[in-house]
């Protein structure tokens, strides 16, 4: 009986003195387990008399319940306890600055084009592109430049094979769109897209720009009309302080012709580098499409007629945010990109 009692005494002693739920575990298995001491307690009996035996067994169960009963109830705490534990290790400081995650930006050129296409699709524009691998026939030949017209000159081309080249200009979109319409009227949309020139890098120039071709026919379509839209785009885009002429220009396709210069961003007009000292810069040209061009494409120049314009977007983004080299647009530093991020 002595030995029961130690052993229960042990036992309870040793869950008390359980920290965690390993040590609890442990106690279990030496008091309760197949070779505990509890089992080892049974295996007396066999000394015992008859009548001992089942007071005894009486007694090594009751020991048995106790120690059972208590360690459930240890375990509960510790339970809790390592559910607190737990808690406070994985605690979060919501207080702590998180990581901002990098945003990709709009492409300041994208942005141009995204605003002139809603400027002018607000006047009644449609949209309309083409491929930039062309053909000379679109690129040259619809647009009253035949095989070794002097004016194809002017725009240094890539060619990919004698029928085949890099379109230097949106025009070539407009001849697509002439040729579609079979005569059809009116006409009135923007063609942006890539152009290729063979031009020597400098600040106002790329071989790889943007250009944006405006094209209307119609009845009654004069060069008042042309005036008035380009006054009103740059007006929109520039703001009313800025100034802008109109120079008599050649194009082959548009007679007459004009080139449209916007007072420098950089120097207000008085001359810099930015402007090559003239306080003007080119941002595009324009014109009345020239008979030749609509009676190739099958309009009858005599009952219509119509403008057309092609915008360098580069030039535009240029004057707008004040950037003075347009090669700023294609090296892709993102400390330049990041200026137009409109999330930060
Ligand atoms: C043309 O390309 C004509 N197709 C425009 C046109 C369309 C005239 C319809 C009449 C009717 P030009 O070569 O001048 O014209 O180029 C037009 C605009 O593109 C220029 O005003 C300028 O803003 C831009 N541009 C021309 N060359 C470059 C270049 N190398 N780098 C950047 N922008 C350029
Ligand atoms: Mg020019």
């Known amino acids: 009986m002595e030995k029961i009692q130690e052993v229960q005494q042990d036992g309870l002693?040793?869950?008390?003195?359980?920290?965690?739920?390993?040590?609890?575990?442990?106690?279990?298995?030496?008091?309760?387990?197949?070779?505990g001491h509890v089992q080892s307690l049974m295996a007396l009996m066999k000394d015992l008399s008859k009548e001992e035996k089942p007071v005894f067994g009486q007694k090594v169960n009751v020991c048995k319940q106790t120690l059972t009963a208590a360690l459930e109830q240890k375990q509960e705490v510790l339970k809790v306890e390592a559910l607190k534990n737990q808690l406070v290790k994985e605690k979060i400081d919501i207080t702590l600055p998180g990581y901002k995650p990098v945003v990709g930006t709009v492409h300041p050129l994208m942005m141009i084009q995204q605003e002139l296409e809603d400027l002018f699709v607000g006047m009644g524009y449609s949209v309309a592109e083409g491929p930039e691998i062309e053909l000379d026939l679109y690129n040259f030949e619809r647009a009253n430049l035949p095989k070794d017209h002097p004016a194809r000159d002017m725009q240094d081309t890539f060619y990919i094979t004698p029928q085949t080249l890099l379109r230097t200009h949106t025009t070539a979109i407009q001849m697509r769109v002439l040729e579609a319409s079979k005569g059809q009227l009116p006409i009135k949309l923007i063609c942006p897209g890539k152009v290729y020139r063979?031009?020597?890098?400098?600040?106002?120039?790329?071989?790889?720009?943007?250009?944006?071709?405006?094209?209307?026919?119609?009845e009654n379509i004069t060069l008042a009309d042309l005036k008035g839209t380009l006054k009103f785009f740059a007006q929109k885009m520039f703001g009313e302080d800025r100034e802008i002429r109109f120079r008599p220009s050649y194009f082959p396709f548009t007679e007459p012709s004009v080139e449209v210069d916007v007072t420098c961003h950089m120097c207000g007009g008085k001359g810099c580098p930015v402007c090559k000292h003239t306080g003007w810069i080119e941002i595009l040209g324009a014109g009345m499409v020239h008979p030749n061009v609509l009676e190739m494409s099958g309009f009858d120049s005599k009952k219509c007629s119509g403008f057309a314009f092609g915008i360098g977007l580069e030039r535009v983004a240029m004057l707008k945010y004040g950037i003075d080299d347009i090669r700023n647009f294609y090296t892709n530093d993102v400390r330049f990109l990041k200026n137009f991020n409109r999330f930060d």
């Open 13 to 35: 002693k040793a869950i008390e003195e359980c920290s965690n739920l390993e040590q609890l575990n442990q106690v279990r298995i030496d008091y309760l387990g197949k070779k």
């Open 198 to 218: 063979r031009d020597d890098d400098d600040a106002t120039h790329s071989h790889q720009f943007m250009q944006m071709e405006g094209l209307v026919v119609g």
